[in-house]
């Protein structure tokens, strides 16, 4: 079974520091790669969606990469901010067209 | 804006009722999902539907069974609630290749 992995599962930064989370995938034949927010007892978010033949996407201060071929996305938040606590789930588009989540990433920007 | 609307958030419902989860979208998509997402587990793929009256089993169908009379409606039935059913439910949908949006999610307890 494909897998999506999500490192760290937890991160507590301060404000204003710029921030990495990491997903990484076992499926090669991904149709799409898409970055979600989720906030607590809420629905998910659309942040960033990354067709497979490009390799990254920004929006503001938000920015994914997309290296298919090792089987890993990168998202960015640069100048974090309070309102950025949230969890962030990385999902890839399979074949199918159903789409596979990651367990996500708990952030928490302190002030 | 695109909307997929879940029309409960929060449901309560006794062992051995049947539920109905409704899920409606105004964007006319074809591909619409049930998901239900636990603490630990992530977001696990019920059934999903790419067409009206068009339906597929996703990881976990088991006790579930859903219905698309009409292309904007998807709705998730619990034949026979039972505890191990408390959980998020979150519907979504989804054009071909693109973005995937999702309901704001209904909280199921089974008691």
């Known amino acids: 079974k494909q897998e999506v992995t999500q490192i760290p599962a937890a991160l507590s930064v301060p404000e204003g520091e710029n921030l990495v989370l990491n997903c990484s995938f076992t499926?090669?034949?991904?149709?799409?790669l898409q970055w979600f927010r989720q906030d607590p007892g809420k629905g998910l978010t659309s942040l960033l969606l990354?067709?497979?033949?490009?390799r990254e996407q920004t929006s503001g201060r938000l920015n994914a990469s997309l290296d298919k071929s090792s089987g890993r996305s990168t998202f960015y938040i640069a100048a974090s901010q309070p309102g950025d606590s949230a969890t962030y789930l990385c999902?890839?588009?399979?074949?199918?067209?159903?789409?596979?989540f990651g367990a996500g990433t708990r952030l928490t920007v302190k002030p | 804006d695109v909307k997929v609307t879940q029309s409960s958030r929060y449901l309560v419902k006794r062992t051995g009722e049947k539920v109905f989860l409704e899920c409606v979208q105004d964007?006319?998509?074809?591909?619409m999902f049930w998901y239900r997402q636990d603490p630990g587990l992530g977001l696990r793929l019920i059934y999903f539907?790419?067409?009206?009256?068009?339906?597929e089993k996703g990881d976990i169908p088991e006790g579930y069974s859903v219905s698309r009379e009409k292309k904007e409606r998807f709705s998730l039935i619990l034949e026979s609630a039972s505890t191990n059913q408390t959980s998020m439910y979150l519907c979504?949908?989804?054009?071909?290749?693109?973005?995937?949006?999702f309901g704001s999610g209904t909280r199921l307890t089974v008691v």
């Open positions: 999902a890839y588009l399979s074949g199918n067209n159903d789409m596979r």
């Open positions: 499926d090669s034949a991904i149709y799409n």
């Open positions: 990354i067709q497979s033949s490009q």
């Open positions: 964007m006319d998509h074809e591909n």
């Open positions: 539907s790419y067409d009206v009256k068009m339906k």
């Open positions: 979504a949908s989804m054009v071909e290749g693109a973005y995937y949006t």
